[in-house]
């Protein structure tokens, strides 16, 4: 999958904001180039939630491990939930850290290297082997972030 054939699919699924941070916008830099998908029905940014999945580009400080910095690389990461995360990973999201996975190997869901101890996947450059999951995973990421979201007062 491509970045914006996830981009593409995520927002399908309605009331999905992507969220694609550019110079001029006011966001940080290092934000430049990824794209922060929010359910958002009204269209703006939420100020009580985290988005529900990222595509990210490059390497963050301290999160170097994807080596995302390779050329045409980049880290689709899903909010899955602890029972999404035990049932694909086979241990607790608390035990990520435990877990035998090399965050930077293309096409392999894997726990987040930073954040899957709060219940992330992700994988580098999703493709044929991991297509299908990916799109079941972003399936019920969206339909968690719907039943969380709380519309502004």
């Not at 939420?46 to 580009?57: G, H, K, N, R, S």
């Not at 301290?62 to 899955?80: H, K, Q, W, Y």
């Not at 049932?87 to 930073?114: F, K, Q």
Request: aromatic share 10%; with cysteine; proline share 10%.
């Amino acid at each position: 999958m491509s970045i914006d054939e996830i981009i593409d699919f995520v927002t399908g699924l309605g009331g999905v904001l992507a969220c694609r941070p550019a110079p001029g916008d006011g966001s940080p830099e290092i934000s430049w180039g990824d794209t922060f998908f929010y359910y958002a029905p009204d269209g703006q940014v939420p100020t009580t939630t985290q988005p529900f999945a990222t595509i990210v580009t490059k390497d963050y400080p301290g999160d170097e491990r994807s080596r995302l910095n390779r050329p045409d690389t980049f880290r689709l990461n899903v909010f899955a939930g602890k029972d999404a995360f035990t049932a694909r990973m086979g241990a607790r999201p608390r035990d990520a850290g435990t877990l035998d996975t090399d965050p930077s190997v293309p096409d392999r869901i894997v726990a987040h290297p930073v954040y899957g101890t709060l219940g992330w996947l992700c994988v580098v450059n999703p493709g044929p082997g991991t297509v299908a999951d990916v799109r079941a995973l972003l399936v019920q990421a969206h339909t968690s972030a719907l039943t969380r979201y709380r519309p502004p007062r």
